[in-house]
Every structure is written in structure tokens, then in C-alpha cells.
């Protein structure tokens, strides 16, 4: 199963690459081409199994997957707890305020701890979270102005957001083919909204997003999102 997912993202990646965008955005990062390697190795590792409970969020932070290629990929979370650590080269043009660090970034992603700090805090180890989740994002690409302020895809002009939805929405269709999830589930309204519209399904759920720009998320985002799981029928251990 894991070969299928790695073929869909590579054919994910190509044709992100045959997109082009304008000002404001001034570089954009595409961290399944030069963090192919760990996150191959993501998919090698736990992508396999059907059945799962599917994650999905928005795409790419600048400290987080855009570093490690893995979604929500703070790096100490991605090493320590997912225990990935492999090589990750430059993307074709760097923003000066966005270096591509790889494992050696210092810097630390608070949406990606949130995420992994819950997984080992209430499955154990990351073997069993898998057991239960798979995760993705839905869109590959880090967007940012020349300020190197993140730009998220919804505020992409109109031609140019399109473009990127249908790129990403066949992805999502393909992932979900082969996953068979139990249930899809969007880390916060954009990723629902997206997940709904591309897979004609209206049986998507949500849960809050851990970015520390919520100030809901800022008050105990683990406690939230569990019983949002629980009212959803997920059991948790």
C-alpha cells in the first residue's frame, strides 16, 4: 500500500511544479521534491493499513513539513517520536527569511508539537497511533511573500487557487482510494471544507486546529480535540 502512496505523491508533486504564482506570493517551497527521502520514509513506515481514521490538514508550515517533508513535521516530533530522520536538500529558489534547514532547523513548529506531543501522550508510541490515524495534508505547497510571511492556500487569487485545487483535489481522491479510511476527518474548517467538496462526501468531520494563531487552541487543544474524537465515535485508549 505504501508504494501506491508514494506513487500519488510523487505524481502529486509533479504536478504542483507545472503551477505558477504571482505576486504577493514570492517563492514557493515543495517539500515532496527536495524532502522526498524522509517522507518516503514516512509512507514506508505507517502508511500502510486500511481502515484508519484519515487526518487531513491545510499544507506546508515553514518550520514544520516545509523542514522534514512529513505533515505537521516539527522535527523533534518526526525524530524522536516517528523516529524519521533522513536527508533533505535545498528547494530550487530559498527565501532568505525561509531557510530549508531540514533536520538541523532550529526552530520548532507549535502546530506539529501539539499534534505529536498528544499522539505519544495518549497512544504511546507512534506504531500505535498509526494503528489508528493516517495523516495528510491536503495541499504540498509552502506559500510565502517576499516579507517570507506565510500565505495559506485559500488566499491565493481566484485562477491561481483553482489551479491548485484540482491539482490537489484528484491527490485526495487517489490517497483516499487506497486508504479506505473509517472516517475523513480535517484539522480545522478549511481542510473539512476542501475534503467534502473534493470527495462529494458529506460525512467529513473536524477538529480544531492546533495552530497557536486560535486563540481556542491557545486554551488546551488536546482536551478539545479528544472530545471532538469522542462525540465523533472514535475510542480512545
Known sequence: MHKKLSEISKQLATEANQLSFSAPVSCVYNPLDY??????????????????????????????????????????????????EEPVQKPS??????????????????????????ARERYGTAESFFREYFLLNYCPLCFMEESGKNRTPDKLPIEERDRVYAVCDGALRSFVNVLNPS????????????????LNRSDVETILHPSPASPIANRGWAPQIEAQLTKMGIKLP
Not at 508550515?61 to 516517528?82: N, S
Request: proline share 8%.
Open 183 to 198: 472516517k475523513v476527518v480535517g484539522i480545522g474548517g478549511f481542510a473539512k471544507k476542501q475534503a467534502m467538496k473534493s
Open 35 to 84: 524532502a522526498w527521502k524522509p517522507h518516503e520514509a514516512f509512507l514506508k513506515k505507517y502508511g500502510d493499513g486500511e481502515g484508519r481514521v484519515l487526518l487531513i490538514g491545510m499544507n506546508p508550515g515553514p518550520w514544520g513539513m516545509a523542514q522534514t517533508g512529513i505533515p505537521f513535521g516539527e522535527v523533534a516530533g518526526v525524530r524522536d517520536f516517528l523516529g524519521i
Open 93 to 118: 529558489i530559498e527565501h532568505p527569511k525561509r531557510p530549508v534547514l531540514g533536520f538541523d532547523c532550529p526552530r520548532s513548529e507549535v502546530s506539529g508539537r501539539r499534534v505529536w506531543e498528544w
